[in-house]
């Protein structure tokens, strides 16, 4: 057991407890090393079990399929409240709503993913896929209000130009030490695109994901970049490849020395990293919050495509609402591997199958493929090859793995067309983006020039003087200041009514 990797640790011992036959069985963040095949069987499992289970989850769609009854710790106090993890959030948002200071940005938070909602209501065809997108987005709803108090607002910057198509395999072999993992690969990711990897430990999702990072090499076939392609790669161990002795401010700086100290501090402030957080070395941090750093870093850099492998195993609950909506707002494309359900049905518009060497499309959503996995474990009755993927274990040969029916093509040409629209839509709103961040670096140059104003006017020391000349230079300094101030005000404010009014239209 000394040589298993620490995913591999923590299955044993969940098998371990799984097969005690104790009253009460205790599980800390059983999801965390599991795929999803095996979230599934957990599940199903647990649904069967005679006895009390009490489970600590950041799997939102995990505890509404297993508990009954939430136990909510906060502000040192414990509530128990009735109900899956969804019947909480409501109860716990209507919580909120009874006080006064939460309940208006309830309201902006909800006004905000209902202009999601139609959206995508507006775009969605009759796919399956589409259908279960919008579906989380109406209950996202009816979630948000439950986290506004988290603090978080992971925003993604604007991005370069992304060529089309950004990256391409063609019949591509990848693997290590000379074994393939998956073999004949062939994918053009286009610009827009989002695409959520599926399959189990071990088929191949962080090989793949790697290949197109750039990181490994193919053993055979061609990838090729598409110029201009700026890549965001979150790893799974991305968190162990921070430097423990630099703080998240230092390891900004080293990315980008140009940019004010303090725009720095404001975004790093945006992923949780407020005050001496920022300046604060990360050798302490916890993992979540060594999670929110790298995502931060990778932000900064302006992707124009985004690899996500794993980059929620530890994130709590309100972080991962947080990204969910960044990505929700992100004009770039993805590529997703995740055992987070709710993260992968409001991210992904096409998901692949990665099994048995191949990659392929998958025909239908995850309420499918869950149907498919539980098919495949009663068939083999529970019993799963393959190693844990961090530890690049061989393949097991090639093939399709595909899952797949027809009308795959005519699904295809839907999801490219909608990531062309997404595409121009994000190219009309580019020069209002920029429009805003010029406006808005000019109010923050005006605020900085009517504070340093209002201090010398606060200041008895500048009345002592008998200067009147000067005195009143600087009252009408001020209130010139102000003016203007307003004036950019108000232009921002047009600026923003008016990518409202896109949004809203696409």
């Known amino acids: 057991v000394r040589s298993f990797s620490g ?11 799984l097969l005690s036959r104790a009253e009460l069985l205790l599980l800390d963040e059983p999801t965390n090393h599991l795929d999803l095949d095996a979230i599934l069987w957990l599940e199903t499992w647990i649904g069967r079990r005679v006895g009390t289970v009490i489970v600590i989850s950041h799997d939102r769609e995990f505890l509404d399929a297993t508990v009954g009854s939430i136990l909510h710790i906060e502000n ?146 061609i990838r090729r970049e598409g110029k201009g392609l700026a890549v965001g790669y979150f790893a799974q161990h991305q968190i162990e490849m921070l430097d423990p002795a630099a703080s998240g401010l230092l390891m900004m700086k080293r990315i980008d020395d140009k ?81 987070d359900r709710h993260l992968l049905r409001t991210t992904a518009d096409v998901l692949y199958r990665v099994a048995d060497g191949g990659v392929s499309e998958f025909d239908g959503d995850l309420d499918d493929y869950r149907t498919l996995a539980v098919k495949d474990n009663a068939g083999s009755n529970g019993q799963r090859g393959g190693t844990a993927e961090g530890d690049n274990g061989s393949g097991n040969g090639s093939g399709s793995g595909s899952g797949s029916s027809g009308g795959g093509g005519n699904r295809r040409e839907e999801r490219r067309a909608a990531a062309g629209l997404r595409q121009a839509q994000a190219a009309k709103k580019k020069p209002l983006q920029q429009r805003s961040q010029q406006l808005e670096k000019q109010l923050a140059t005006l605020e900085s020039e009517r504070s340093a104003i209002e201090a010398q006017l606060a200041s008895d020391s500048f009345y002592s003087g008998n200067d009147r000349d000067a005195v009143e230079s600087a009252i009408r300094a001020s209130a010139e200041l102000r003016r203007r101030i307003d004036g950019v005000e108000e232009q921002w404010l047009a600026v923003q009514a008016e990518l409202e009014a896109m949004s809203a239209e696409s």
């Open 259 to 339: 940019t004010r100290e303090q725009e720095l501090r404001n975004f790093l402030g945006s992923f949780g990293f407020p005050g001496d957080m920022a300046t604060a070395s990360c050798e302490r941090f916890s993992g979540g919050e060594k999670a929110r750093l790298a995502l931060a870093l990778i932000a900064w850099r302006k992707p124009n495509l985004l690899l996500l492998d794993e980059p929620t195993n530890h994130l709590d609950l309100d972080t991962r609402e947080a990204l969910t909506e960044a990505l929700q707002t992100y004009e770039g494309a993805i590529v997703l591997v995740s055992h």
């Open 7 to 17: 995913g591999w640790r923590m299955r044993l011992n969940l098998a371990r407890a």
């Open 76 to 221: 040192q106090g414990v509530k128990l409240y009735r109900g899956n993890y969804s019947a909480f959030e409501q109860q716990h948002a209507a919580d909120l709503a009874g006080r006064e200071g939460e309940r208006r940005r309830q309201e902006m938070q909800v006004a905000h993913m209902q202009s999601f909602i139609e959206r995508f209501r507006a775009k969605a065809t009759k796919a399956r896929q589409a259908q279960s997108r919008m579906k989380a987005l109406e209950r996202m709803t009816l979630i948000a209000p439950a986290h506004v108090d988290s603090g978080l607002t992971l925003r993604f910057r604007d991005m370069p130009p992304a060529p089309n198509p950004m990256l391409t395999l063609e019949d591509v072999s990848a693997g290590y030490g000379g074994n393939a993992i998956i073999s004949k690969v062939n994918l053009s990711l286009r610009a827009g695109e989002r695409i959520g990897l599926i399959g189990r430990n071990g088929a191949g999702k962080s090989t793949l994901v790697k290949l197109l990072a750039g990181t490994l090499e193919p053993l055979s076939g």
